[in-house]
Nanobody, 127 residues
Framework: HLVESGGGTVQSGGSLRLSCEGSLYSFDTYCMGWFRRAPGKDREGVAVICSDDSRIYADSVKGRFTISQDIRRKTVYLQMNRLKPEDTAMYYC???????????????????????WGQGTQVTVSS
C-alpha cells in the first residue's frame, strides 16, 4: 500500500506539503491522486497527476493547492497553501496503473477510478 506523510495542524492561511511514495513508476501510464474525507462527509477528490504530467484539481482547491511528482524518488506531493478550516480532513493518496487523464477529465476526480490506497494523513486547520 501507499504511505502518506506531511499532515499536521496549521493555522488558517498556513501551508503544508503532503508526500506519498508510489509504486507504479515502472508503468508507462498511470495516475496518482489525492483525496480527502472531512468528518461526516464522503471522500472527495482533490487533485490528480498522471504519467504525462497532466494535472487536474477540484474547484475548491484551484489556485491554492499544487500536485507534483518526482519520478526519480517515486513520490507525489500535494503543496497546500492558504489553508482554510474547511480543508480539515483525512487526506489519502491513491494510484492506478493504465489510467489516463482523459478518463479522469471525463468522469471527474472519482475514487472509483483508483484501486491502490494509502492509510491517510490528518490535516487540521485551525481558525
Amino acid at each position: 500500500h501507499l504511505v502518506e506523510s506531511g499532515g499536521g495542524t496549521v493555522q488558517s492561511g498556513g501551508s503544508l506539503r503532503l508526500s506519498c511514495e508510489g509504486s507504479l513508476y515502472s508503468f508507462d501510464t498511470y495516475c496518482m491522486g489525492w483525496f480527502r474525507r472531512a468528518p461526516g462527509k464522503d471522500r472527495e477528490g482533490v487533485a490528480v497527476i498522471c504519467s504525462d504530467d497532466s494535472r487536474i484539481y477540484a474547484d475548491s482547491v484551484k489556485g491554492r493547492f499544487t500536485i507534483s511528482q518526482d519520478i526519480r524518488r517515486k513520490t507525489v506531493y500535494l503543496q497546500m497553501n492558504r489553508l482554510k478550516p474547511e480543508d480539515t480532513a483525512m487526506y489519502y493518496c491513491a494510484e492506478q496503473p493504465k489510467l489516463r487523464m482523459t478518463t479522469v477529465q471525463g468522469l471527474g476526480i472519482s475514487e472509483r477510478l483508483f484501486g491502490i490506497w494509502g492509510q491517510g494523513t490528518q490535516v487540521t486547520v485551525s481558525s
